[in-house]
């Protein structure tokens, strides 16, 4: 059932991103949280007046660490995940949740790690973790068909080919941040049937969608807040199941991380539990905020999220398709499934001239902030669709590298791309039909029947 009162509240922007010049943010996945001073309050009433170190000694501490214990407590209620099996690792966001299990992960010992081609570069990274142990296998499942999605008989395929009977790391995105692509959730099971630990990114899914780990039960996933709430950024979570936490191998300790250690004695022994991955003094005066803002989308539903932006991310599919020149050439190119099946709320795309010819990405950016429209604009850390989206194979990339005297612009004409990504639209819990609807009329007003010059644009610095 759909909430009247909560749709009453996006209609008048209590939830809103408009700030005071009315910017339409029209690429974010969270909301903004009710006014911030009302979070600082709620840590103020338990912390007191005076501020400290957690891991110190000073009347504080032991506040600092009841707010800390509550927020691991209201993650792990919010994904119904039971903390006898599972552990909360405070990080600065996904890419340190992602970071921290590649930098551990012994892949000398499961010596397999398989990525999927729309991966965001968060986990890209993973690769060069697993080529320091000089004895991984690194593959990639590649993308199938128009929507660009992965086919489970080549899932298969890539899993059964890993190197050894060790097993090792499988890692993929319940939602591709390029396409909006949601990948099946029963994929952690069978990879893990197969002999791998699963790694999770939930960055894009969890905003809109709800993840069951007493269902599907990943051994790591990865999570930022603020891509949730809007607000704060720096806090990430690594949800960890025990039992995998403990065949990590952290290559170094830091203050907070150990039980004890011996500088004369060349030792040092780790704490015992999922403090050992949270290096030095967390953000004990933003981690509450989590706790509050979990309340508040419980507050609202998840499933009343959903179907909002679901319904907003129809409408905006309908409204793309619908564009047209008047000569019927489409004025815009879908990137990702043409509907709300099996899709987040991310939609990537190009805007095309009475020609057909991609128009320039920065031209976009520089339109639409003339008008206070707020897109995103690149190939998002996600390389592996830009160039499934674009069909550049392998062959042309085999050997291609940039140099470091040479332009992103240089690797593009390399290529022949005419284009250096993208335009992204992503619709939130805040997002309304209007802000859709308001992309749509610029992108017909500043582009029906013409051919927009692209002159005078900086070059692009990276990816």
């Not at 600092?64 to 405070?90: C, G, K, T």
């Not at 008047?326 to 939609?347: F, K, L, S, W």
């Amino acid at each position: 059932m759909v909430n009247e009162s909560f749709l009453a509240q996006l209609r008048a922007r209590e939830y809103g991103y408009l700030d005071e010049n009315k910017h339409v943010y029209l690429d974010h996945t969270g909301a903004g949280l009710p006014a911030r001073r009302q979070l600082t309050a709620h840590t103020a009433r338990i912390m007191g007046n005076a501020f400290g170190n957690p891991h110190s000694e000073n009347p504080t501490a032991a506040a600092s660490d009841v707010l800390v214990a509550n927020a691991r407590q209201a993650i792990l209620r919010h994904f119904n995940a039971d903390p006898r099996e599972y552990a909360v690792v405070f990080t600065p966001n996904a890419t340190g949740a992602i970071r921290l299990v590649g930098e551990a992960y012994p892949f000398a010992e499961r010596n397999s790690l398989v990525l999927t081609a729309d991966n965001h570069n968060s986990v890209n990274g993973l690769r060069e973790y697993a080529a320091r142990s000089g004895n991984a296998d690194t593959r990639y499942v590649p993308l199938d068909g128009p929507d660009l999605r992965i086919a489970d008989k080549t899932l298969d395929e890539v899993l059964a080919a890993g190197k050894g009977d060790n097993g090792g790391l499988f890692a993929f995105p319940a939602q591709s941040n390029f396409t909006g692509v949601q990948h099946p959730l029963a994929w952690i099971g069978h990879a893990q049937a197969h002999g791998y630990d699963v790694l999770l990114d939930a960055a894009a899914f969890v905003p809109t969608n709800p993840l069951n780990l007493s269902v599907v039960r990943p051994d790591f996933t990865a999570v930022s807040w603020y891509k949730v709430f809007g607000y704060p950024t720096g806090i990430g979570t690594l949800i960890a199941r025990r039992e995998a936490l403990e065949r990590l191998r952290r290559p170094w300790f830091s203050g907070g991380t150990i039980q004890v250690a011996s500088a004369a004695g060349g030792w040092h022994r780790l704490a015992d539990d999922e403090t050992a991955f949270e290096d030095g003094t967390l953000d004990f005066l933003s981690i509450p905020d989590v706790e509050v803002g979990l309340d508040w989308i419980r507050s609202i539903g998840t499933d009343t999220v959903h179907d909002h932006v679901t319904g907003l991310t129809h409408h905006l599919l309908d409204g793309l398709r619908t564009l047209r020149h008047t000569n019927g050439q489409p004025m815009a190119r879908i990137y990702g499934p043409p509907d709300t099946e099996g899709r987040g709320a991310t939609v990537s795309l190009n805007l095309l001239d009475s020609h057909g010819d991609v128009i320039d990405e920065r031209v976009v950016s520089r339109d639409s902030s003339a008008l206070g429209i707020s897109l995103r604009t690149g190939c998002f850390c996600n390389p592996g669709v830009g160039e499934a989206a674009f069909s550049i194979g392998s062959s042309a990339l085999r050997g291609l590298e940039l140099t470091r005297d040479g332009t992103v612009d240089d690797y593009l004409a390399l290529l022949g791309l005419p284009s250096g990504g993208a335009v992204r639209v992503s619709v939130g819990l805040s997002s309304n039909r209007a802000d859709v609807d308001a992309f749509l009329d610029f992108a017909a007003d500043a582009y029906r029947d013409r051919v927009p010059v692209a002159d005078g644009l900086k070059p692009r610095l990276r990816c």
